[in-house]
């Protein structure tokens, strides 16, 4: 992922048009505009989207032992 110039966000994928951008400085991140924010409402809405199965203990398996810090939230390149 690149760094947008500007805002120093990655660029990031819209999860529904798979345009490119620093979608998530914008009003609409992830999504790179309104009508995809709301496309991907509607889908989790009708149930075309869902989580399948609940969450478990196991699924968090090693995240326990990771030190504090917020360089989790900012993915090495």
Known sequence: MMA????GYPEVKC???QKRGPWLDESYGPFC???CKTVDFGK???EEMSIKEP???DH???YAE???G?????PEP
């Open 66 to 68: 990771l030190p504090p």
């Open 55 to 57: 969450l478990r203990g």
């Open 60 to 62: 968090f398996e090693g």
């Open 15 to 17: 999860p529904t048009c």
């Open 70 to 74: 917020n360089y989790l939230d900012q």
């Open 33 to 35: 505009c309104k009508r």
């Open 44 to 46: 989790w809405f009708k």
């Open 4 to 7: 947008s110039a500007m805002s």
